[in-house]
């Protein structure tokens, strides 16, 4: 039962905007963090931005503030990571993920239970 699935990953030059979706279902609609991570060959996921889904507040990386929004609907089963002004930099496999342990750091993987498949995001320079 899939209860993380990304979409919205593609091939975008930089420069320009993609939009990210995760939809939540089963238990990890329940969680109350959802998080977006990214991952290139060889490198640690890293965190790119986190949403507390019942107070709509956000943290995000160093590298991404002011270029990207993450967001949730009005349902709290979809959760989406606006990108903008994007750089090859940002080339990576997008990871969704969710996660309720309280006094969890959300920057860090552990602190999420259920994690999707990913999606490619390839921004050519």
């Known amino acids: 039962q899939v209860q993380v699935a990304e979409s919205g990953g593609g091939l975008v030059q930089a420069g320009g905007s993609l939009r990210l979706s995760c939809a939540l279902s089963g238990r990890a609609r329940h969680n109350t963090v959802v998080g977006w991570f990214r991952q290139v060959p060889g490198k640690e996921r890293e965190f790119v931005a986190a949403?507390?889904?019942?107070?709509?507040?956000?943290i995000y990386s160093d590298s991404v503030k002011g270029r990207f929004t993450i967001s949730r609907d009005s349902a709290k089963t979809t959760v989406w990571l606006a990108m903008n002004a994007l750089t090859p930099e940002d080339t990576a496999v997008y990871y969704c993920?969710?996660?309720?342990?309280?006094?969890?750091?959300?920057?860090?993987?552990?602190?999420?239970?259920?994690w999707g498949q990913g999606t490619m995001v390839t921004v050519s320079s």
């Open positions: 949403i507390a889904v019942g107070t709509a507040t956000t």
């Open positions: 993920a969710t996660g309720s342990k309280s006094s969890a750091n959300y920057y860090y993987t552990s602190a999420y239970d259920y």
